[in-house]
C-alpha cells in the first residue's frame, strides 16, 4: 500500500540520493518488491498470476512479490499454530486489494470479499464501538466497490449509530461570492457527536502545522516535502474559497471518527448517484467543507480534498480548482512527510485511490475540458494504453493512434489487450478472434468488444454467443445483460429476458434500464402486478 498508494516510494526520485545508506541486501530486496528495470519476467508472471476473469492487473503495480506472499499465507488451511481470528479480516482486505489492481471487477474476488466480511462482523464481539464502527465503514465501501448501494447505506448506517453522530443540513445566511452585497441562505451543516478528539500520535503533524512552512519560503526543499495542501480559489475566481457565513458561531467540530464516516458518506453519494443537480453539488459541498474545516490525519484529510475535487469537476466555476487539487494529490505522493505510520492508519477505512487512480481522474479531466493532448502525455506516462490511444482519436489523430499503438506492439509484442484496442480503432473483427486465441480464449474483453461489433452489424445470434462466452468469464460487466437480452425480448422469450435483467439488478441496483426491461416484459406476459412492483 505504501508503494502503490500511500507513497512515498521506496523508487521515488526523492529518495534516489539515500539509496547508498542501504546495505546491499537491502537495496537487493527493494529492487526485488519493485521490479521495473530489473526483474522484468517476474513481474511479468506476477501479472499473470494475479490475473483474474479476463481481467489484467496493472502494468506497472508495485511490489507484486509481497501480495504473492500474503496470498500464500493466507491460503494456509492446516497450521501447527492456531490461526488467530484476524485472519478472516485481511483475507477480506487481500481480495479487496486484489480486486482494484484489476481492469474491471471479479466475480469470485467479490464474493470472497463479501463473505470474509460478513463473517468476520458476525463472530468478533468488539468492546470499542468506535473500532467497530470502522469496519462497518470498511465494509461499507466493499460492497460499493461491488455496486451493493442499499446494502451499502445500511452498513453505514450501522457505523452512524455506534460513533454516535447526528447529521443535519440547515440554512444559513452568508454570502458565497467575492462581490455579493447582501446575505442569503447558504447550506451548512449542523453535526451532534458523541465522539471526542482522537489522541494525536508524535509522528502525526496536522496538516495546519504543516502548510506555513510553505507560506514562510524556506526553500525548494522544504516545498517538495510538504506539498500536500489545501488549494484555494483562484485570484480571478468570483467565488469565495468557503461560504462566508453572517455570524460566525462557534459550532461542533468533527473528530477523526467524523470525518471518516462523512467521506464516506460523501463517496456513497458520488459513486451511487450521478452529480447532475446544482442541489446535490450544494449538500455534498456542505458536507466536504465541514470535514475541511480541521485536520486530523493525513490520509482522512487527502480523502477529503480528493472528494471535493470530484465533486467540483463539472462545475464550470470550480472545474480549475479541482484540476489543480487533483494534481496536487497526484504530486503528494512522493512526499517525505508525514510518515507511513500516519498514512496507513486509516487506510482501509478511507477508500483512497491507487496513485495510477488518481492520474486516471486527472486525465479525465483534461478529456472534459478538451485538453486531450495532456491527457494522452498522462495516459501514455502511466501506460494507459486504451486511454491514450481515445485522447488521440478524440483530438482527432487517428493516424497517429494507429502509430502509438504499432510502437507498443514493437515493444511489448502482440498481448491481448493491444490486439482488442487495435481492434477498436480498425474496427476488423480478426483482431478480437486473435487476442481470444492467443489469451487461450480466456480474454473476456475480446469477446465483448467482438459481440457488440457483431450486434452493431445485426448479427444477432453470433452477437449472442460472443456475450455469453464473455460472460461465462466475468459475470461482474452488467451492460451486457441489456445487450444479450434485448434480441431476446424481440423474440418474446420474455421469461428469459426477466432472468437475465434480473442478474443485471442483482450486480448494479441502480441499473434503470434494466428495472424498465424487466416491467416491460412482465407486461407482455400480463403480469401486471409484478411490473408494478
Known amino acids: 500500500m505504501k508503494e502503490n498508494c500511500l507513497g512515498s516510494s521506496f523508487n521515488s526520485k526523492n529518495e534516489l540520493d539515500d539509496e547508498e545508506e542501504y546495505p546491499p541486501e537491502m537495496t537487493e530486496f527493494l529492487d526485488l518488491i519493485s521490479p521495473f528495470e530489473s526483474h522484468s519476467h517476474l513481474q511479468e508472471v506476477l501479472l499473470n498470476y494475479f490475473s ?19 496470498d500464500l499465507l493466507l491460503g494456509l488451511e492446516f497450521c501447527e499454530f492456531e490461526v488467530p481470528q484476524s485472519t478472516i479480516l485481511w483475507k477480506a482486505r487481500y481480495y479487496m486489494i486484489h480486486n ?27 468492546e470499542d464501538k468506535v473500532t467497530k464502527a470502522y469496519l462497518w465503514i470498511e465494509y461499507s465501501n466493499c460492497l460499493l466497490t461491488f455496486y ?4 451499502a447505506e445500511e452498513a453505514l448506517e450501522n457505523a452512524r449509530e455506534l460513533i454516535g453522530l447526528r447529521l443535519k443540513l440547515t440554512g444559513k445566511l452568508g454570502k458565497r461570492t467575492k462581490y455579493q452585497s447582501f446575505d442569503i441562505p447558504q447550506l451548512v451543516l449542523n453535526i451532534e457527536s458523541e465522539s471526542v478528539d482522537e489522541f494525536i500520535h508524535p509522528e502525526e503533524r496536522p496538516i495546519e502545522d504543516v502548510k506555513p512552512l510553505l507560506d514562510e519560503g524556506e526553500g525548494e526543499f522544504e516545498e517538495i516535502k510538504c506539498a500536500h495542501r489545501d488549494v484555494k480559489m483562484d485570484e480571478d475566481s468570483i467565488l469565495l474559497d468557503k461560504v462566508k457565513l453572517k455570524d460566525e458561531e462557534r459550532t461542533v467540530d468533527a473528530s477523526l471518527s467524523d470525518q471518516i464516516y ?9 459513486k451511487s448517484q450521478a452529480n447532475e443537480y446544482d442541489l446535490q453539488y450544494e449538500r455534498i459541498n456542505a458536507y466536504i467543507e465541514k470535514v475541511l474545516e480541521r485536520s486530523h490525519n493525513w490520509l482522512v484529510f487527502s480523502m477529503s480534498l480528493f472528494l471535493r475535487s470530484k465533486n467540483e469537476q463539472e462545475k464550470l466555476k470550480t472545474r480549475e480548482r479541482s484540476m489543480i487539487q487533483m494534481q496536487t494529490l497526484v504530486d503528494q505522493f512522493n512526499d517525505e512527510e508525514p510518515g507511513l505510520g500516519e498514512r496507513a492508519r486509516y ?6 485511490p491507487f496513485s495510477w487512480n488518481l492520474k486516471l481522474q486527472l486525465g479525465y479531466s483534461y478529456q472534459s475540458i478538451g485538453v ?22 478524440l483530438s482527432r489523430r487517428v493516424q497517429q493512434a494507429e502509430e502509438y499503438i504499432e510502437t507498443i506492439i514493437e515493444k511489448y509484442g502482440e498481448t491481448p489487450r493491444i490486439l482488442c484496442l487495435l481492434g477498436d480503432i480498425k474496427r476488423k473483427e480478426e483482431y478480437y478472434e486473435k487476442a481470444w486465441e492467443l489469451s487461450g480464449r480466456k480474454n473476456a474483453k475480446a469477446m465483448r468488444a467482438l459481440g457488440l461489433m457483431k450486434f452493431q452489424k445485426g448479427q444477432i445470434d453470433e452477437s449472442i454467443e460472443c456475450l455469453k462466452l464473455a460472460l461465462e468469464i466475468n459475470k461482474l460487466y452488467p451492460p451486457l445483460g441489456i445487450l444479450l437480452d434485448e434480441p431476446t425480448s424481440n423474440k418474446e422469450q420474455y421469461e428469459k429476458a426477466i432472468f437475465a435483467f434480473g442478474n443485471v439488478v442483482c450486480f448494479d441496483e441502480t441499473h434503470g434500464e434494466a428495472w424498465s426491461n424487466i416491467a416491460s416484459s412482465y407486461i407482455h406476459l400480463n403480469k401486471m402486478k409484478e411490473a408494478q412492483s
Open 262 to 270: 462523512i467521506n464516506q458518506f460523501v463517496y456513497n453519494e458520488l
Open 148 to 151: 451493493k448501494y442499499s446494502h
Open 52 to 70: 483474474k476473469e479476463g481481467e489484467d492487473a496493472y502494468k506497472n503495480t508495485r511490489c507484486l512479490t509481497i501480495l504473492f506472499y500474503l
Open 372 to 393: 486531450y493532448m495532456s491527457a494522452f502525455e498522462l495516459f501514455q506516462e502511466c501506460e494507459f494504453f486504451e486511454e491514450a490511444t481515445q485522447s488521440l482519436i
Open 347 to 352: 487506510m482501509f477505512t478511507s477508500a483512497y
Open 100 to 126: 482494484q489492481l484489476l481492469t474491471s471487477n471479479a466475480c469470485f474476488l467479490q464474493d470472497k470479499s463479501i463473505e470474509y466480511y460478513q463473517k468476520y462482523l458476525e463472530i468478533n464481539d468488539i
